[in-house]
């Protein structure tokens, strides 16, 4: 008695639900928009004069908790633009197969040379069409929309707000709370390792 | 243990109470089996159709996250925990961050806090959306639920996913904690879209509700079926709906607050019938707190920074002084801890022993307690009542 009525009001939402709108989209023609911040494979850049910007400082093979980051070192040698010293690479691949999009290379990068991009690698046939080259990743460059992330943005967004700087990734504009918590937290951790290298100094002017 | 009942034999349903001529039966459930939620496998001990004794065994998907984290450094961890609970990263996250910041004493400032809370209730609803979805679908599709509410909450649930990709860039494994705080911020105009979704998904979930737990065949499917008394409950260390569902009024977001808890408020859902409808009940009205949590949390969201300690340069930048901690919080399953033990020294980068207590092993641990005397067709139900998480039970 009470399941027929249930069973048929169960199906006045099915029909309810039959007149909103298709959440699935017919994938191979149509593609999802992705978010800004959207997160797949990997490139690597050049700055503007056209040269590579990754100076083979090793930071990314280090932090990468699934160690799928192999590289090979040049000899440093001039840079023919700034004319510094600086390092290059020689050899970089990063395995697909086991990277687990972290986006922990992506952060600890001191010249913003590794980003990720927002479109996946074509699926392939092969093991080795999954390693991400040297080749691929700077072809990736052009080839695939990057994502918003980079080191130097990462960073900015994780440190601690100075004084009343205007980021644009907050929601409210009114500013009320920030002289109160972060400046205030900061201060002592300055000022303590400050004082036993002041009280060691006075130490040492008394012995003699 | 203060049950009547001193081992799963002993229950309500005795090997030795079976006539000595019954032709019993094993059969194994699972490993592959699609209503065991993952790769889990329970040997039955039947009587023609009625369970006499039922025999849980877990590892099948061991991968040693704890010894990885005992070889990874402080810095590298958190995006392996992902992998967990993965119904619910984000709670993996946060209960192993927190354990990591106990121990290095770094204070979290009061923006991350928020966003740590917003985060876990909005996982909180993606994952009990998951759950309602595949327990109807484990009732089969005889009612207007089954497969049809299984679409209707996995529609639902993508857009959390949504929320979630915008914030972080990833879907399902974000590395969105830090020690310390958060890495991401969220981007203009989310909180706009995370009110709009609540909007959305409220009168769904009343939608939801008639065809689940207002609906007179799950009730009949789900009354008085897989009964977990409340001491039975708190002998087997059971946590978070389950324990709420047997009458134990204990939530630990009210108890021990964390994050901002203790600003926002948490009203703590209580059932006393301890069955697979009492358990039910609690998720969905779960599901409706976390909706006027978020809200609430978003609205007295501080402005601030996100990231009180050192931003992650170098893998071998924490480091710990020898000591144990423990941290743990509330789940969309349960009480989820770390306990972590560093070694100080020159082996102070990273844990020297960690231990991730998992709630979904110990709702297993009630399997052969609750088992018996149900037919195999109510296993599937009382298994799914359980929402165990495979990845989780065997880490």
Sequence with gaps: MGYLTDSLRALGTTLRNMRRPATTIPFPQQIREREERFRTSFALLHDENGEELCVACLACERICPSEVIKMKVAPKRESPFSGKRRGYLEDFTLDLTACIYCELCVQVCPTDAIVMTRVPEVPGFDREDLVLTMDKLYANEHAKPLTWATASKLNEMQEPPKVAKVEPAKTEPAKTEPAKSAPAKTEPAAAEPAKPAAVAEAVAQEAP | MATA?????????????????????????????????????????????????????????????????????????????????????????????????????????????????????????????????????????????????????????????????????????????????NRHDIPLGWDKRVLAYLDMLEPRIAECESMTTNNSIFVARTQGIGLIDKDLAQGLGLSGPLLRASGVDHDLRRDAPYHAYDEVPVRVMVEQAGDCQARALVRVREMRESIRLVREALAGLPEGGINSGKIIKMPQQFKAQSGQVYAAIETPRGELGTFVIAGGGDKGTAPYRLKIRAPSLHALSALPWILPGHTISDVVVVLGSLDPIMGEVDR
């Design chain 2, 5 to 181: 009942a001193n081992s799963p034999t002993e229950s309500r349903y005795r090997l030795d109470q079976v006539d000595a001529d019954a032709d019993l039966m094993v059969l194994n459930f699972g490993p592959q089996h699609p209503s065991t939620h993952g790769v889990f496998r329970i040997k039955l001990i039947l009587d023609g159709e009625i369970v006499i004794r039922a025999i849980p065994y877990a590892g099948y998907l061991h991968r040693g996250v704890e010894k990885l984290l005992e070889k990874l450094t402080y810095a590298q961890g958190v995006p392996i925990v992902d992998k967990n609970d993965y119904v619910s990263p984000m709670s993996n996250e946060q209960a192993l961050v927190m354990a990591f910041e106990k121990l290095l004493k770094v204070e979290v400032p009061r923006r991350a806090r928020y966003l740590r809370l917003i985060f876990s209730e909005l996982q909180r609803i993606a994952s009990h959306l998951l759950w309602l979805g595949t327990f109807a679908l484990d009732m089969g599709g005889a009612l207007g639920g089954g497969s049809t509410v299984f679409m209707y909450c996995f529609r639902d649930r993508e857009g959390i996913l949504d929320l979630f990709e915008a914030v972080t860039g990833g879907r399902f494994h974000y590395n969105t904690h830090t020690i310390g705080g």
